[in-house]
């Protein structure tokens, strides 16, 4: 499940549907995103507000935990959905694209099929069925939405059915 705002969001979505697992998520009314109105094709639920914080609100609360994906850092809109994980007392997995920019993370450790597995690993350990994947909008970065659609696509694949 996303909250349908263009980047992150919007790549998790596409990628589950890719693979044929099922989607969806809570949106804010109106289905607003920062690109106008969040496309029907994307089956989300609008809150009954228009705030953005609202909509990562319940998508935090109604799944089993949440993945969070950045290029280097978390930054502010992204800080709020980290924040609700651990109100919510919900497992929380934080996955860094670029390692070598993100402070403290050691490079050889970090390769992408690293990271892919960590995140299986996390995800059965936690027995996570409904996945909340979050992340920047598409206006941070170019990149965003391309490099987190490969990933994510990558990352359930791995993950196995059943």
Not at 2 to 28: E, H, K, M, Y
Not at 33 to 49: F, K, N, V
Not at 69 to 77: M, Y
């Amino acid at each position: 499940m996303s909250g349908g705002q263009t980047g992150v969001d919007r790549a998790a979505l596409d990628a589950a549907r890719s693979v044929n697992l099922p989607i969806g998520g809570w949106c804010p009314r109106g289905r607003r995103s920062e690109d106008g109105r969040i496309p029907s094709e994307y089956p989300l639920r609008e809150t009954a507000a228009r705030s953005y914080a609202v909509r990562t609100e319940w998508n935090v609360r109604d799944s089993d935990g949440t993945l969070v994906v950045v290029l280097d850092e978390v930054t502010s809109g992204t800080r709020l959905t980290v924040d609700l994980a651990r109100k919510h007392q919900k497992p929380l997995h934080i996955v860094h694209l670029h390692p070598s920019a993100a402070p403290g993370l050691f490079l050889d450790g970090n390769s992408a099929n690293a990271e892919l597995a960590s995140v299986v690993e996390w995800l059965s350990q936690h027995r996570i069925r409904i996945l909340n994947v979050a992340g920047p909008r598409g206006s941070s970065a170019e990149s965003v939405y391309r490099e987190a659609m490969t990933f994510l696509v990558d990352l359930f694949k791995a993950v196995p059915s059943g």
